[in-house]
């Protein structure tokens, strides 16, 4: 979308775009307020800040769209399909790597009673697994705020993904 465009279209419009980089409502109608933008820098420094912090209720509503990592992403929505490209990198016929990432997420949900959550786009699935680990050290509060940070990068990367388009 050009950015002469994302200005001007109506909100229901840039809400509809918006909707599939995270779906939080208060931070895409933050973003529609603050129009008109200068430049695309300028819309993505006022995303990485939008409805900050996201609350815990915001959250759970927008980890309730997210596949577990390994898995890939039902429907043919356009949140689904940016899912399945984010985690291309993860080969479903790679077994070790799957087998790793089911138990990882088994471990994690028990602790954590969510699905693990990572901006997986230039990630390797070894070092998604390795994150994973790492992560269940953390408390629960801790998490939840890595949650909610990952939830914004992945906005932020669809973000500049809808901008570029």
């Known amino acids: 979308m050009l950015l002469e465009h994302f200005n001007e279209a109506a909100p229901d419009e840039v809400l509809a775009a ?3 980089c995270i779906d939080i409502e ?5 973003i529609i307020a603050a129009r008109p933008f200068s430049s695309v820098r ?3 420094e006022m995303a990485g800040n939008a409805a900050s912090p996201f609350t ?3 959250v759970a509503s927008a980890m309730a769209h997210h596949p577990r990592i390994g898995e890939r992403a039902a429907g043919a929505g356009a949140e689904a ?3 399945r490209q984010e985690q291309s990198a993860v080969d479903p016929a790679n077994e070790q790597i799957v ?7 088994r471990a994690y949900e028990a602790k954590f009673d969510q699905v693990f959550l990572i901006r997986a786009a ?3 699935p070894q070092e998604i697994i390795n994150t994973l680990h790492q992560r269940m050290d953390n408390t629960a ?13 992945i906005a932020l990367l669809r973000l500049e993904g809808v901008m570029s388009a």
């Open 141 to 153: 509060e801790e998490e939840n705020l890595i949650v909610a940070e990952q939830l914004r990068e």
């Open 42 to 44: 300028e819309l993505m």
């Open 99 to 105: 087998r790793a990432l089911a138990e990882g997420n």
């Open 26 to 30: 208060r931070w895409a109608r933050e």
């Open 56 to 58: 815990a209720d915001e």
């Open 81 to 83: 399909e940016l899912s």
């Open 18 to 20: 918006l909707r599939p």
């Open 122 to 124: 230039g990630r390797s």
